[in-house]
């Protein structure tokens, strides 16, 4: 996999919060989306880009040619609204995975340290950016444990059955996310990361070769979809 600084990775995460905003084409979001799905792939995981891009691909499909033969208004509403609301933060959503699958939380602090940010305020950013990772890996093994005693086994069985749903899985995973919020927060403060002392860290930020090649693609890249055009 592609490393790169956690600084490039910042970039390309405003970059993509501007390019939401950017008015396009059918065809040229699908190409910029594209191009943000290899970008997953190639830093991340393909599991993780093909997930996100199925999706994707299934709202645009619908847009160029299932939504001419739909004859429910309220049907084609519906997807239209979601296909729109998806679409727009499709780019923001593939820069975080790429931020949150690929960077350490020690890089982040030691980013956010240098450019003289308050304790405070890298405490909470510390504690979300570990947060959400941790919130997906526990509910992995939510849905594992119960498949071992044999609930949730058939598909759609939490749509047939959304109390239980709320019984066996959102209950606990409200739970558990709790207990991760405060262990993250007392692993943090153990660390000494509330001190104001001088703080002294292995971590060590620098660009490399990748990190300028890149860089260079995202300028070339911006400049023909958000510039030129």
């Known amino acids: 996999m592609l490393k790169l600084d956690i600084r490039t990775k910042l970039l390309l995460l405003i970059i993509a919060n501007i390019l939401m905003f950017k008015k396009m084409s059918i065809y040229e979001h699908l190409f910029s989306a594209t191009i943000f799905t290899l970008l997953i792939l190639v830093i991340v995981s393909w599991k ?7 999706v994707y691909m299934f709202f645009t499909v619908y847009e160029l040619f299932l939504a001419k033969y739909t004859s429910v208004s309220i049907i084609d509403n519906f997807m239209v ?3 729109l609301m998806f679409k727009t933060i499709y780019f923001p959503i593939c ?9 350490k939380v020690s890089e982040l602090i030691t980013f956010l340290r240098s450019i003289k940010i308050p304790n405070s305020i890298i405490i909470v950013l510390a504690v979300i950016f570990r947060f959400f990772p941790a ?12 498949k071992m005693k044999g609930i949730g086994v058939s ?3 939490y749509l047939r059955h959304p109390l239980k749903f709320v019984e066996y899985v959102f209950v606990p995973y409200v739970i558990i996310s709790s207990n991760i919020a405060n262990d993250l927060t007392i692993s943090c403060i153990c660390r000494g990361i509330e001190s104001d002392r001088k703080k002294s860290s292995i971590q060590t930020l620098k660009f490399t070769l990748s990190d300028y090649i890149f860089l260079l693609f995202i300028v070339l890249f911006v400049y023909f979809v958000g510039v030129k055009n």
């Open 95 to 103: 820069a975080g995975i790429i931020l949150l699958g690929s960077s």
């Open 135 to 146: 919130m997906l890996t526990d509910y992995k093994y939510i849905k594992n444990s119960l």
């Open 81 to 83: 609204l979601s296909a």
């Open 48 to 54: 993780r880009a093909i997930r996100i891009y199925s």
């Open 155 to 157: 598909k759609f069985y």
